[in-house]
């Protein structure tokens, strides 16, 4: 089964940027879609963003877009998620997937362990 590590977290100020990235193995990395979600204490897991095999199409939360840009190098077998101009709501652990659809949230599956990403206001 496809496994994930997620990393690139930590702690910024309101306006500032952080890079994620999740290494997957286990399974041909290059026709397989991913994507970012995150989920807030006391939240639901929501969708973030969302790439295809080829890293040709991408999507993104409405909360999201303009500021995060999904991306993927499948030489390495990485994903990546740039984030730009944060907010103090985009405080959250942030999880990768495999195999995903636009917009959707996995029920179960190929979870990472995470990476913790907290904005000061």
């Known amino acids: 089964q496809v496994q994930l590590v997620e990393s690139g977290g930590g702690l910024v100020q309101a306006g500032g940027s952080l890079r994620l990235s999740c290494v997957a193995s286990?399974?041909?990395?290059?026709?397989?879609?991913m994507g970012w979600f995150r989920q807030a204490p006391g939240k639901e897991r929501e969708f973030v963003a969302h790439?295809?095999?080829?890293?040709?199409?991408?999507y993104y939360a409405d909360s999201v877009k303009g500021r995060f840009t999904i991306s993927r190098d499948n030489a390495k077998n990485t994903m990546y998620l740039q984030m730009n101009s944060l907010k103090p709501e985009d405080t959250a652990v942030y999880y990768c997937?495999?195999?995903?659809?636009?917009?959707?949230?996995?029920?179960?599956?190929?979870w990472g362990q995470g990476t913790q990403v907290t904005v000061s206001s």
């Open positions: 997937a495999v195999d995903t659809v636009p917009g959707a949230v996995p029920r179960g599956g190929s």
């Open positions: 286990g399974r041909t990395f290059s026709t397989i879609n």
């Open positions: 790439i295809n095999w080829s890293g040709g199409y991408r």
